[in-house]
């Protein structure tokens, strides 16, 4: 059932109380925090012009991090409103709180067109807490709610869940925003129903965080490539050596299954062919936890499923590259979540790499929709240079897993169907 959406509103000089996912990354510099990258607060940007050119008195809330409670300065959200007011190209009032007096009376002396936004919900314990009260203290400037917060959707916290549901109780609106409405689009819609052959890129460590992730696409994919260490635990399930590969062996049963299921229903199923390989050594160094480093030396590719006992696997390897990117060529829909393997070092980046370029010219050449489900994809993908040649990037992490696994977010169910 689709929602409820900004576009279905009369705004005009009500107070629209919006949730946006402001959560970027942040750091301090000269003792300022400043923001490495403003994508979530861009992507925000058309549901902010559309409301704001229709008349409604904006006012945002979100969270930064996990203050717990507490009133932590480097969680500010302030450098937050500074960046917003550059992009949109006008002023952005802020209040260092989220409930109380000085937000009641700000958020009325707002005009048409105006935008706020408030300090991080998170500095309350209960907006985690999901609690009624609070909740109730939020929905105090809104006449009508609306969530643009995809990337945070998966959270039953007061500002995402528990205001709408008190703005629906006395009859006000809960809508979602155009960001929310695309996410739901991409990553739901396209891919319930997708023009075939859809093919599935999975990466990433562990097995553990992708198992509901592929069980749920095994019903819809006609192929699933692996990538990423949890092709290891995969292998290790199917007798192969995997030498120090990070593996999960209690979940090689959850491997097999989702093999046996992958064969039922007659989907493709690639593992790696080849991988490269590489030492890791220990060091007499330790790292910003007090853990010891460890060197990850003499990389070089490994023909073949087995991985001799003195090394791991840290990449896939040319041939795996050229066999994925095959099948990739001839996608018309393309899901992409986790990267091939520690793209994070140039000397294991290669394989992520080589997908990103496959997963670009199905786009440009055969006229796939590529969809790229947020988290560590997306990085590669910005890191290649090439995350402006997809279809979609998502801005959600675990709210992007959590929906591709078939769940319900919380944050999207408070929201009105559109019926
Ligand atoms: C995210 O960055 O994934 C979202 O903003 C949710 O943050 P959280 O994991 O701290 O709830
Ligand atoms: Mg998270």
Redesign the pocket.
């Known amino acids: 059932m689709s929602k409820l959406t900004v576009k279905d509103l009369n705004v005009r000089g009500k107070r629209v109380l919006m949730r946006v996912?402001y959560?970027v990354p942040m750091e301090e510099k000269d003792g300022q925090m400043v923001i490495n990258d403003d994508t979530r607060i861009k992507e925000t940007l058309p549901t902010l012009k559309f409301l704001a050119n229709q008349g409604a008195k904006v006012i945002l809330m979100a969270?930064l991090?996990?203050p717990k409670g507490q009133r932590d300065p480097s969680l500010s959200l302030r450098p937050v409103a500074a960046k917003l007011a550059d992009l949109l190209g006008k002023p952005v009032a802020f209040v260092d709180d989220c409930i109380g007096e000085k937000v009641e009376k700000t958020a009325g002396a707002l005009q048409p067109g105006d935008v706020l936004l408030l300090e991080n919900v998170r500095y309350y314990l209960e907006e985690e807490a999901n609690d009624p009260v609070f909740s109730e203290k939020l929905a105090k400037v809104a006449d009508i709610y609306v969530n643009d917060a995809f990337?945070?959707a998966h959270?039953a916290h007061a500002s995402t869940e528990g205001v709408a549901r008190v703005v629906a109780k006395r009859g006000g609106q809960c809508a979602a925003g155009l960001l929310m409405e695309r996410e739901l689009k991409f990553l739901g819609d396209e891919l319930d129903k997708p023009v075939r052959p859809f093919v599935v890129i999975l990466g990433g460590a562990k097995v553990s965080d992708k198992i509901k992730v592929i069980n749920n696409l095994l019903e819809k994919a006609d192929s699933i490539l692996i990538g990423g260490a949890m092709a290891y635990t995969f292998r290790l399930a199917m007798g192969s050596k995997v030498g120090k590969s990070l593996v999960e062996p209690d979940k090689t049963d959850l491997a097999l299954s989702a093999l046996e299921k992958a064969k039922a229903r007659k989907v493709q199923f690639l593992l790696p062919s080849d991988n490269v390989v590489a030492t890791p050594v220990k060091t007499d160094k330790l790292n910003k936890k007090g853990k010891p480093v460890i060197d990850i030396v003499n990389p070089r590719v490994n023909e073949g499923v087995d991985i001799p006992d003195t090394e791991e696997g840290v990449d896939i390897g040319p041939a795996t590259a050229k066999a994925f990117s095959e099948v990739v060529h001839k996608a018309k829909t393309i899901l992409w979540n986790g990267p091939m393997g520690i793209f994070e070092d140039p000397r294991f980046a290669e394989g992520t790499f080589a997908v990103a370029r496959a997963v670009v010219e199905a786009t440009q050449n055969n006229g796939a929709k590529s969809i790229i489900g947020g988290g560590d994809s997306v990085k590669a993908l910005n890191k290649a240079k090439l995350g402006d040649k997809v279809t979609f990037m998502s801005t959600?992490?675990?709210?992007s897993l959590e929906y591709l696994e078939g769940q319900v977010l919380p944050g999207v169910a408070a929201l009105a169907d559109n019926s």
């Open positions: 996912d959560n969270h991090g996990r990337g945070a959270r959600g992490g675990g709210a």
